[in-house]
């Protein structure tokens, strides 16, 4: 293909991508009264009214709060497994590999079901928010596994030696040595877990308690009663705390995102 | 300093011992190499000594102490990895430090140490760069002091040149030989590259299929070798074939006394080096005659395969001083001393 058609086809898939995430942006500046696009005027109005309202201001600090959960267990078990499939898994590794990515594989609402049948049976039921992790942990797990794996592969085993024949015990080894060589992995694979878990619907919604609200679910059941801009402002709220946590840790943490 | 004790060591991975109750006694300070072709247990030795990989059977002492219960992390080796493993996040300064820090030595200390180990490795000026900005052997050499600075009981080296070029892995053997000297550490080098062996160690290992072909100096595994086997492996050789008669062998170069006590008639084989023959122009002095088939000039020496008048062909190696062209007849001349029998033929 010559360069300016490559060039003008990739511009239209741009296009066709980020068009509605570009219409509800545009929507939420809206000053009428209804969601219409072109939007009719220019105001914060829908903003001033978003930030106003404590159901919603509820249900975004519960989703921060559980996704900021969900990375920190996901982060953790995910790169015990890609440290165990790469290094330790032998002839069971591609059995491993299955079994990690297996969440991804099975329909949302399956995992959700069978999970609110789990913690019902053994009696923990959805008054907590334990099965709501467990099942954003499920799912947001084989993007973690993927990430810190995929980093591992470039890890050399006798990084680990040498570490070792100078002395340095089992967690020093990791510490010292192995974490800040699969860092780029570990930090995608979280930012990965925490910007899914954020937007998870299904099992929220299907292991949530009576009164919780995750932003997603509030956002429907708004939705479904209301068809103001509100909703947009939302929804535009969202997509720049999730791009905001991307860029700062980008900074912070010097991340290279290879897939992206 | 420190001696070590090999004793009846042995690593079984359930197929068969890899490493078959070998017992080796190590100086103070004495550099050893263990030789050997890919498989032969050379590395799986060296781990063992290391704490890599753990002992099925046997002893390994350190100064009269038993370390196969011992991890590898409280054993105090310095051990070179054949990539060098230098830790790619990590500036020189930092690696070579790594291992002082795990030893609670202070921060003054470990400045000092430092100093004095680039120095020693000629890389004075280069603590700050990071592995990827040196070249391979400066990042051999920063493995070597590596290893070397945390002042370890026993130096490991698992064919550290392999990734060199062949100038620089000469260079480097030098430098390997000599450090190790001023230092005066216990080594254990594993290569299978005979050359290296010889002229880096006080003495040699030579194993095959996970036991010991035999232990000796250089010259002892070079001009008294054990088996046919070692004999081959540490460099070129000629066998020649013949009967005890008499406690002399009849040769194409004459006859071979053979001490021992040799039966009457046993079949013996008989290694000749091929730098052990004398080549003499046609009609110059005593020897026999041979035909030259062919003749491989390598700058400070020529390979030339010679057929001997009883249809045995022989290859010697001789200095390019007198060159003999290809099916010129000349004589061939080998001592009797240069004959080393091998023992019987089965």
């Known amino acids: 293909m010559s360069k300016p058609f490559l060039t003008l086809y990739c511009l239209i898939i741009y296009a066709f991508l980020l068009a509605p995430i570009a219409v509800v942006v545009i929507a939420s500046f809206n000053s009428g009264a209804f969601l219409t696009f072109p939007p009719q005027g220019f105001s914060f109005r829908w903003y001033v009214v978003f930030f106003n309202n404590e159901v919603f201001m509820r249900a975004i600090r519960t989703s921060l709060w559980i996704a900021a959960v969900t990375m920190v267990i996901s982060g953790i078990i995910g790169t015990m497994a890609a440290m165990f499939h790469v290094q330790y898994a032998g002839r069971l590794k591609e059995a491993v590999r299955v079994a990690m990515l297996a969440p991804l594989l099975l329909p949302e609402v399956l995992t959700a079901i069978a999970l609110l049948f789990f913690v019902y049976s053994v009696g923990i039921g959805t008054q907590t928010m334990f099965g709501m992790i467990v099942g954003h942990v499920l799912i947001t797990l084989p993007f973690v596994f993927i990430n810190v794996s995929a980093s591992m592969e470039s890890y050399d085993p006798s990084w680990s030696m040498a570490a070792q024949s100078l002395g340095a015990g089992r967690f020093t080894r990791f510490r010292r040595i192995m974490l800040p060589l699969i860092k780029p992995g570990v930090i995608g694979g979280c930012l990965f877990a925490f910007i899914i878990s954020f937007d998870i619907f299904t099992i929220s919604f299907m292991l949530k308690g009576v009164g919780m609200s995750t932003l997603p679910i509030q956002l429907f059941d708004y939705l479904r009663t209301n068809f103001t801009p509100e909703a947009a402002a939302v929804s535009t709220c969202s997509i720049v705390l999730t791009m905001a946590v991307v860029i700062i840790s980008e900074k912070v943490l010097g991340l290279r995102i290879h897939r992206f | ?196 062996a010889m002229t880096m160690s006080d003495r040699v290992v030579v194993m095959f299929g996970g036991r010991i072909a035999q232990i000796g100096t250089p010259s002892d595994i070079y001009e008294r070798p054990a088996s046919l086997e070692v004999a081959e492996f540490v460099g070129q050789v000629n066998i020649i074939r013949g009967k005890v008669n008499g406690g002399i062998v009849a040769t194409a170069f004459g006859d071979v006394p053979v001490s021992g006590n040799l039966a009457e008639g046993t079949e013996l084989m008989l290694a000749l080096r091929p730098e052990a023959v004398e080549l003499l122009p046609a009609g110059s002095g005593a020897g026999v005659f041979a035909k030259v088939l062919s003749s491989y000039y390598s700058g400070s020496l020529v390979d030339y395969r010679l057929e001997l008048e009883n249809g045995a062909r022989v290859n010697v190696q001789a200095f390019p001083r007198t060159r003999f062209a290809d099916g010129e007849r000349v004589l061939v001349h080998a001592p009797a001393e240069r004959f080393w029998p091998l023992g019987a033929t089965a």
């Open chain 2, 1 to 196: 300093m420190t001696e070590v004790s090999i004793e009846k060591l042995t690593k079984d991975y359930g197929q068969g011992p890899a490493v078959n109750a070998i017992s080796i006694k190590i100086a103070e300070g004495e550099f050893i190499s263990l030789l050997g072709p890919s498989g032969c247990g050379k590395t799986t030795t060296l781990k063992m000594i290391a704490g890599f990989e753990d002992a099925t059977e046997g002893a390994i002492r350190f100064d009269g102490s038993d370390v196969v219960r011992v991890p590898v992390e409280k054993r105090d080796i310095g051990m070179v990895f054949q990539n060098y493993a230098l830790f790619p996040h990590m500036t020189v300064e930092k690696n070579l430090a790594f291992g002082l820090e795990m030893r609670k030595v202070s921060r003054a200390q470990i400045r000092e140490k430092i100093a004095k180990v680039l120095d020693m490795v000629q890389l004075a000026g280069y603590a700050e760069r990071y592995p990827r900005q040196l070249s391979g052997g400066q990042q051999q050499r920063v493995a070597l002091a590596r290893a070397l600075v945390i002042e370890p009981k026993i130096l490991l080296l698992d064919e550290p040149l392999a990734n060199l070029d062949a100038k620089l892995r000469e260079e480097m053997r030098v430098f390997i030989r000599d450090l190790q000297r001023r230092v005066g550490i216990t080594t254990v080098y594993v290569t299978h590259d005979q050359a290296e």
